[in-house]
């Protein structure tokens, strides 16, 4: 891997994993000196990342983290269902047989993250694991759609992957099992399961990415969201 390479994919993970907080800046000199690149290198790699929707760049301002504000988040909780549930039914529909090859591989570290309690690899590779499902339903449309809201969902879902209790660790657990229920129904191309199936794995996890957005009670115009999980 070259380091322009190097640095995006650091970058990526970074981002997705909190160690660059949401809407922090990234200093340019400093990420050259880290990752042993010239200036414009550097940059060809902030267009790319912000092209993907990990960074935004405002003309003489510089470069900063994707934020996670209210506004956005709302839009998420509502749109997310969404767009799993048709990905979902799409990929039962055209998936390959590599790809569901692939999708078990990435099952497989996904679950062993679990069981290692590694919070930052398990929303790695959930990320990875979801992403995947994108390219099985070979929809040009909705891809990019899900690829930009898997950023916010995998850094939301660190809250997820470090339960707190007892109860919290069983619903990992139960998420890792929902993973490998996912994957019968692609293989069978039951495209209504894979959807019934998605939709409870968002249920699962959602209440506790909420918490991440608001510890509190959550406010009145988040609470009806709640309401609106199955509209597809």
Not at 16 to 28: C, F, H, T, V
Request: aromatic share 6%.
């Amino acid at each position: 891997m070259d380091k322009k390479a190097a640095c995006q994919s650091d970058l990526r993970r970074q981002i997705l994993s909190l160690i660059r907080a949401p809407g922090s800046e990234l200093d340019e000199a400093r990420l050259c000196q880290d990752f042993g690149l010239s200036r414009t290198p550097l940059r060809e790699v902030l267009q790319k990342l912000a092209g993907e929707g990990f960074v935004d760049i405002v003309q003489n301002r510089g470069a900063k983290v994707a934020p996670m504000d209210l506004p956005s988040l709302r839009v998420f909780f509502q749109t997310a269902p969404m767009i799993y549930a048709n990905i979902a039914r799409l990929a039962a529909e055209n998936r390959t047989p590599a790809q569901l090859d692939d999708l078990r591989t990435i099952q497989s570290r996904f679950r062993a993250s679990t069981i290692a309690r590694d919070a930052g690899q398990a929303a790695i590779e959930n990320h990875a694991f979801h992403e995947q499902i994108g390219l099985m339903a070979h929809n040009p449309y909705l891809q990019p759609a899900l690829r930009r809201m898997l950023i916010d969902h995998t850094r939301l879902s660190q809250t997820f992957y470090r339960p707190a209790s007892s109860f919290e660790a069983d619903l990992v657990t139960k998420a890792c099992d929902q993973h490998d229920a996912m994957i019968s129904a692609f293989d069978a191309s039951e495209a209504s399961l894979a959807m019934d199936l998605t939709l409870q794995h968002w249920d699962l996890s959602r209440d506790r990415m909420e918490r991440y957005v608001q510890p509190d009670p959550l406010p009145v115009d988040i609470i009806p969201l709640k309401e609106k999980t199955h509209a597809i």
